[in-house]
């Protein structure tokens, strides 16, 4: 089956909350954690409108990335990167990466930054980010997050 990168439509978003979700829950998480962070993995069509959601399909939705670019800052951010637990391991993850890391390329930005789940934090050294600190979980008190940084352009 061939997997194809395309843009996000609003249509799409109930389908990529459930992928987030499901992806999420993936990692060894309870429904306890889950029902904790559901708010902040929620996408709907007003944030499908105001940034950059590409999506990796087949028959059905398989992954999603979202860039948020900073032109004052020259930065970008990687704010939702989550590929469906049947999909995982099959090349998905790379195809989403070329198509952000290509976008932000073509926007000149200097370099990405994320907040990583902890179980996700190797997927992403292997991009090439590297870890620059640690920050707080958005929906899990007293959690902390690795937050990395790969930078695209050398000043």
Known sequence: MTTLIRRARRDDADELSRVALLSKQSNGYDDAFMAACEDELLVTPELIDAREYWVAADQTICGFVCLQADR?????????????????KRGVGRLLWRALEGSARAKGLEGLSLDADPAAEPFYVGLGFSTVGRVPSGSIPGRTLPHMQLRLLVP
């Open 72 to 88: 004052d800052s020259g930065w970008g951010t990687v704010s939702a990167f989550f590929v469906h637990p049947d999909c995982q």
